[in-house]
């Protein structure tokens, strides 16, 4: 069974550019989170989902970023524009919701703003 | 303000010997408690957990111990290896009112270098 997918694994892009970053969770699972990792603030949750539904976006640092999840196999994290301080890993995982409330993560994708 | 806490950036120890990594909690509606490992370019992958119906869990050379009077978690690596070098994060799961939110708040981080 193939884990959490993240694509792509690397990006390099200009500041002021667009970014998308893309995931497919886990089939079955109902929980989907964006999350971003910086050697000043750790793993920041950003955004989350259940049931493709964004349930709690409160660590989306400005309206520059948005995430969708169209369907319960996709979802999509965009950055517009993008500023070199968004330099970072972000990733996603998804969860079933179970009680022992264990999260699988995708491999991350290093997004490096110039 | 962060509801849990890693105060130890980084960790060295002997190959052979036990690794000690500690994590703090401020919110006392937490009732369970996870630890990740993450190696480089690698996303984390879940090690361990424990419920707060419990002191301690263990699995293998893992223990993780629970203290929640004083809101406090240690995870327990015995005898460590050099592949156990790596960032061990510790998460909580997190409450809104009295309904589990389905997430999971993480500390800062600790690296473990393990050496030969």
């Known amino acids: 069974d193939a884990g959490v997918i993240q694509s792509p694994r690397h990006e390099v892009t200009e500041m002021g550019q667009e970014v998308t970053l893309r995931c497919k969770p886990i089939s079955g699972h109902d929980y989907l989170f964006w999350y971003r990792q910086t050697m000043m603030r750790g793993l920041e949750l950003l955004i989350y989902?259940?049931?493709?539904?964004?349930?709690?976006d409160s660590g989306m640092p400005e309206d520059r970023f948005s995430a969708k999840m169209p369907n319960a196999s996709f979802s999509t994290l965009k950055i517009q524009p993008s500023e070199p301080r968004d330099s970072a890993v972000y990733f996603c995982?998804?969860?079933?919701?179970?009680?022992?409330?264990?999260?699988?993560f995708g491999p991350g994708t290093r997004l490096t703003v110039t | 303000d962060q509801q849990v806490k890693q105060n130890s950036p980084s960790l060295s120890v002997q190959e052979g010997r036990i690794s000690i990594l500690n994590c703090d909690y401020t919110n006392s509606m937490f009732d369970y408690f996870l630890w990740y490992k993450k190696y480089p370019a690698e996303g984390p992958t879940f090690l361990i957990s424990?419920?707060?119906?419990?002191d301690k869990n263990e699995d293998g050379r893992f223990t993780v111990f629970l203290n929640k009077s004083a809101k406090h978690l240690s995870l327990h690596i015995v005898p460590s290896q050099p592949g156990d070098s790596a960032v061990y994060f510790c998460?909580?799961?997190?409450?809104?009112?009295?309904?589990?939110?389905?997430?999971?708040?993480f500390g800062q981080g600790t690296t473990l270098q393990v050496k030969p």
């Open positions: 998460a909580a799961s997190a409450y809104k009112g009295s309904s589990n939110t389905g997430k999971l708040i």
């Open positions: 995982a998804s969860s079933n919701g179970g009680l022992d409330y264990e999260q699988y």
């Open positions: 989902f259940n049931n493709n539904v964004p349930i709690d």
């Open positions: 424990i419920s707060s119906i419990k």
